[in-house]
């Protein structure tokens, strides 16, 4: 069974002081987590070593980066090389979060880019991709998140992809207070491993984990993570509640 993960995005939230509590808070809870289980938590930068950290001994927790440079090294003041975070261990990164896209202008040449520097360096891409509110409403959307995977990821061969985690987020559902139907969720979860599996085959499309991102919260996460095509979540400010993450955890299918 492909794996089932629970990633939390805090975004540019919490001092460093409130994210170690909030972290500790959450990992000391009781779960049931299964062999094909994971929870991932990208956090800010700075907290990358501290929060590594303190997951250290749980083999099915990990600290995620939330971006990285295109470029290996050179005169990026401010940015973080893919090289820098392989050095201190880090085994996941998010790439191409639409907010990255939407405000940093990130291109789907850049983010392939990326994801190559990432896998070249044993780190797994969390690769978003989703659409804006009048994309769907124009009835684009599998057209839109489809050249989205055809020009970031399409250039992999067939064992290399299946190191990536897709994380779906319907833009329009980001902060928003609006989630898209369980029915929303599962058939645009289902469209994208159809395209994956036109590109490599439907054996290999179904070990990719695809995570839904767009208001998950633990009132919605059993509908949505008990649909065939919905493997966990990536989640935002209910990542920052220590209850809601628990219960999202929890919600994992087993």
């Given at each position: 069974m492909r794996k089932q993960i629970a990633a939390a995005n805090w975004k540019m939230n919490k001092t460093l002081q409130d994210g170690k509590q909030l972290l500790q808070d959450i990992i000391s809870a009781e779960y049931n987590l299964q062999s094909n289980h994971e929870v991932i938590f990208a956090v800010p930068f700075p907290y990358l070593m501290e929060m590594k950290a303190i997951i250290e001994s749980n083999n099915q927790f990990y600290i995620s980066a939330q971006n990285c440079h295109h470029k290996t090294s050179g005169?990026?003041?401010?940015?973080?090389?893919?090289?820098?975070?392989a050095s201190i261990g880090i085994k996941h990164c998010v790439v191409g979060h639409s907010e990255r896209r939407e405000y940093f202008g990130e291109t789907n040449s850049m983010l392939a880019e990326k994801t190559d520097l990432c896998l070249s360096k044993g780190i797994t891409p969390i690769f978003c991709c989703g659409e804006a509110l009048d994309i769907r409403e124009a009835g684009q959307q599998n057209a839109f998140v489809e050249s989205?995977?055809?020009e970031s990821l399409f250039h992999l061969d067939?064992?290399?992809?299946?190191?990536i985690i897709i994380a779906y987020e319907p833009?329009?559902?980001?902060?928003?207070g609006k989630t898209a139907s369980s029915e929303q969720a599962q058939d645009m979860h289902a469209h994208l491993r159809g395209v994956l599996g036109k590109q490599y085959g439907n054996t290999i499309a179904g070990n990719?984990?695809?995570?839904?991102?767009?208001?998950?919260?633990?009132?919605?996460?059993?509908?949505?993570?008990?649909?065939?095509?919905?493997?966990?979540?990536?989640?935002?400010g209910a990542s920052l509640v220590v209850s809601e993450f628990i219960q999202i955890i929890n919600a994992l299918k087993k």
């Open positions: 005169a990026y003041t401010g940015e973080v090389s893919v090289d820098m975070l989205q995977l055809q067939a064992d290399t992809i299946q190191k833009i329009w559902a980001i902060g928003t990719i984990s695809i995570l839904y991102g767009g208001s998950v919260k633990g009132s919605n996460a059993i509908e949505l993570f008990s649909q065939p095509d919905v493997d966990g979540g990536l989640v935002g």
